[in-house]
């Protein structure tokens, strides 16, 4: 699978992804102290979607803007406060009652930071780690790396903040990409093993992803949450059928809101009756 962020942007992976990112950076905007962002596969950071490969694919449309803009219906009012802090971001890049941008993981980290935090984004494709360092040039709050993701991941940690959320979300255009996920997050955690992880990846089959939960779960970290939204039952595993993110040392209540959003992101997001998600802990289930 070729997943090039910039064909999917604002996509129902997207909007999984992006709302639980919102809400991991405003938990640790609860705390004084000032934590970092890091971007492994960061893509160009902010999408034109009536233009370029994102008005090619439309996927959007069933996405971002199935939850916000003008065709929109408006969310349930007890789920507005948790979608908040997602459409501030896209609201930063939009005129009112429009939506014609769509900003990605380092855009939308961005708006949401404050200043004492710090941004770091790595994107190794040449032409969109130029369009990265365009984005970024004048913000002396964001560091541009083009290096590979994985290496980015190893050299990049710990944080001097000893705070801060690793967002790990590759392209998927190599086989064994779930395996290199799994090896990352082991490095990783070994050098920086307090920090928020979340790991994107698409799902075909289900049991493809259910090796690769059994070889994180191996692993003996703690605290390991996984959040899914299928939009369809896969009957075809050659389709992209759904979403997931694992997420380790999730913040706290952060298991909650997504149990309240994910039937949400369902109904609205799916393709029918057949859309289903699921929340489970591999490892450290709370009390």
């Known amino acids: 699978m070729n997943y090039r962020h910039a064909y999917h942007a604002g996509n129902f992976g997207d909007v999984l992804k992006h709302a639980?990112?919102?809400l991991v950076i405003e938990h640790l905007k609860q705390k004084p102290a000032p934590f970092r962002v890091i971007d492994t596969h960061a893509g160009v950071g902010l999408y034109e979607l009536d233009n370029g490969p994102a008005e090619k694919t439309e996927e959007w449309r069933q996405g971002i803007g199935r939850l916000y803009g003008p065709d929109a219906k408006p969310p349930p009012k007890e789920l507005v406060p948790l979608l908040a802090p997602y459409f501030a971001a896209v609201t930063a890049e939009n005129a009112p009652g429009e939506l014609r941008r769509?900003?990605?993981?380092?855009?939308?980290?961005?708006?949401?930071?404050?200043?004492?935090?710090?941004?770091?984004?790595?994107?190794?494709?040449p032409q969109d780690g130029l369009a990265l360092k365009e984005l970024f040039a004048r913000d002396a709050q964001t560091k541009v790396l083009q290096l590979d993701g994985w290496i980015a991941l190893k050299s990049l940690l710990p944080p001097k903040e000893r705070r801060g959320v690793i967002l790990v979300d590759p392209p998927y255009e190599q086989p064994g990409e779930l395996e290199r996920l799994a090896k990352g997050l082991r490095e990783a955690?070994?050098?920086?093993?307090t920090g928020i992880y979340l790991l994107?990846?698409?799902?075909?089959?289900?049991?493809?992803?259910?090796?690769?939960h059994k070889a994180v779960t191996a692993l003996n970290l703690q605290k390991l949450l996984v959040a899914e939204l299928m939009?369809?039952?896969?009957?075809?595993?050659?389709?992209?059928?759904?979403?997931g993110l694992l997420m380790l040392n999730p913040p706290y209540r952060l298991d909650g809101m997504l149990a309240a959003l994910l039937p949400f992101f369902a109904s609205r997001l799916g393709e029918g009756p057949d859309a289903s998600h699921r929340l489970i802990w591999l490892t450290g289930e709370p009390d």
């Open 189 to 193: 955690t070994s050098r920086f093993p």
């Open 102 to 125: 769509y900003p990605g993981s380092p855009r939308l980290a961005r708006t949401l930071m404050r200043q004492q935090d710090r941004l770091i984004v790595n994107e190794l494709h």
């Open 200 to 212: 994107w990846y698409p799902i075909k089959d289900p049991r493809v992803i259910e090796t690769f």
């Open 231 to 243: 939009i369809r039952r896969p009957r075809d595993v050659t389709r992209l059928n759904g979403t």
């Open 20 to 22: 639980t990112l919102a």
